[in-house]
């Protein structure tokens, strides 16, 4: 089945200590986006590509970066983790084809920070 | 900036009471999307809505689209327990194709 792949689902990693979660998608999708969900709270975009455009929210600490290698692979690097930085990541694709279309979200990977 | 409220936050139901859940923005949307997220998993599209005053249902969820586009319910009528998780609302971010989501309500459904 076409689908989102992300990992690891857990992670864990020392305060400081740079740390890559990865996602792969099987839906040759166009667009993909990284998002960090906290404890009860909205998913918050961080970035995403189009293709290969990379795209940074306003919002979203230098500390983050990402990187899309091929159509099918997308990286998040977290440079320098801190406990704030304790979170569900997740990876969503869209195609990229229409202004409102759906996005597909894969299984996500916890993040913790010791 | 973009603004979307939900509300209520959280929602307890005796299984086979109603849900409601409300979305509401400053602006005016083009469209809305509502997804499902259950306890541990990721979010889950579920519809998207264009038109205004556009009414859609899948079984027992109906979603509607406000006549002035500025706000959009999710209704699901006889929960179960299956119907548990936190439902987001989610609209283009202004200017952008992005998703901007909202606050979400979580629903709990006691057997």
């Known amino acids: 089945d076409a689908m989102v792949i992300q990992n690891p689902r857990y992670q864990v990693t020392q305060f400081g200590k740079p740390v890559t979660l990865s996602c792969s998608q099987t839906?040759?999708?166009?667009?993909m986006y990284w998002y960090q969900q906290k404890s009860s709270q909205a998913p918050k975009l961080l970035f995403h590509y189009y293709d290969k455009d990379f795209n940074n929210e306003a919002d979203t600490p230098d500390n983050f970066q990402s990187r899309r290698p091929n159509t099918s692979f997308c990286f998040l690097d977290i440079r320098s983790p801190g406990l704030g930085d304790a979170a569900m990541y997740l990876c969503?694709?869209?195609?990229?084809?229409?202004?409102?279309?759906?996005?597909?979200f894969g299984p996500g990977t916890r993040l913790l920070v010791l | 900036g973009q603004q979307v409220m939900q509300i209520p936050q959280y929602q307890h139901v005796q299984e086979g009471e109603d849900f409601t859940t409300y979305c509401n923005s400053s602006t005016t949307l083009s469209n809305i999307q509502w997804y499902k997220q259950r306890p541990g998993g990721h979010p889950v599209f579920l519809i998207q809505l264009v038109k205004s005053g556009e009414v859609k249902k899948q079984k027992r969820l109906t979603f509607q689209f406000g006549e002035a586009k500025k706000n959009s319910s999710l209704h699901i009528t006889a929960t179960q327990t299956t119907d548990v998780g936190t439902y987001f609302c989610a609209v283009l971010k202004t200017g952008a194709n992005n998703l901007f989501f909202g606050t979400g309500t979580r629903l709990t459904v006691i057997p």
């Open positions: 969503a694709t869209s195609s990229g084809q229409g202004a409102s279309e759906t996005q597909y």
């Open positions: 839906l040759n999708h166009n667009v």
